[in-house]
T-cell receptor, first 114, second 113 residues
Framework: AQSVTQLGSHVSVSEGALVLLRCNYS??????LFWYVQYPNQGLQLLLK??????LVKGINGFEAEFKKSETSFHLTKPSAHMSDAAEYFC????????????FGKGTHLIIQP | DTGVSQNPRHKITKRGQNVTFRCDPI?????LYWYRQTLGQGPEFLTY????????KSRLLSDRFSAERPKGSFSTLEIQRTEQGDSAMYLC???????????FGDGTRLSIL
């Protein structure tokens, strides 16, 4: 079985400050890891993915994440927050070739203070 | 790439009625997934298709839920005898296969009166 834990249902940062959204996972096999963003009344948009290879992955809109196997973590960061980053962020894990779909965390609501 | 399309965007119905949602995946994607998302939660996997074959359906929430993908293109998700607890966003995603990223539609929001 696989699971995802996102620490902090709400995170508030000032515009221009560092964004850090935490994600820890459990998986019995090497995982594939994803971060998605969701704006109100919309579907999920892929920010970035980790499959194999380089553990620091860069995504869209200036986001990046680092896969740390020893810590079973895949935290999402952005050096400087923008007002348009305000949204719901979901970390997800997939294994077994996708037969069990994606397993999502409960999400973190990112609030940007002007 | 026209993206994943879901219809309708919103569905309001009375308890006990049947509802059907449609998903049109990205044309070259062989796999199609259905998820349910309730308020304040991440999406929850329901079922998936590889072309027209439904390879996993044990996670459908009850026998009132069924899905089809008859020609390996669009898919439908049907809920029979709807209940209050079925109110949620139903999301569809498609992917070329394997561990490739899934591309999501904007969902169908179901409200049960």
């Amino acid at each position: 079985a696989q699971s995802v834990t996102q620490l902090g249902s709400h995170v508030s940062v000032s515009e221009g400050a560092l964004v850090l959204l935490r994600c820890n996972y459990s998986s019995s096999v090497p995982p594939y890891l994803f971060w998605y963003v969701q704006y109100p009344n919309q579907g999920l948009q892929l920010l970035l993915k980790y499959t194999t290879g380089a553990t620091l992955v860069k995504g869209i809109n200036g986001f990046e994440a680092e896969f740390k196997k020893s810590e079973t973590s895949f935290h999402l960061t952005k050096p400087s927050a923008h007002m348009s980053d305000a949204a719901e962020y979901f970390c997800a894990v997939m294994s077994g070739g996708g037969a069990d779909g994606l397993t999502f965390g409960k999400g973190t609501h990112l609030i940007i203070q002007p | 790439d026209t993206g994943v399309s879901q219809n309708p965007r919103h569905k309001i119905t009375k308890r006990g009625q049947n509802v059907t949602f449609r998903c049109d995946p990205i044309s070259e994607h062989n796999r199609l997934y259905w998820y349910r998302q309730t308020l304040g939660q991440g999406p929850e996997f329901l079922t998936y298709f590889q072309n027209e074959a439904q390879l996993e359906k044990s996670r459908l929430l009850s026998d009132r839920f069924s899905a089809e993908r008859p020609k390996g293109s669009f898919s439908t998700l049907e809920i029979q005898r709807t209940e209050q607890g079925d109110s949620a966003m139903y999301l569809c995603a498609s992917t070329p296969g394997g561990n490739q990223p899934q591309h999501f539609g904007d969902g169908t929001r179901l409200s049960i009166l």
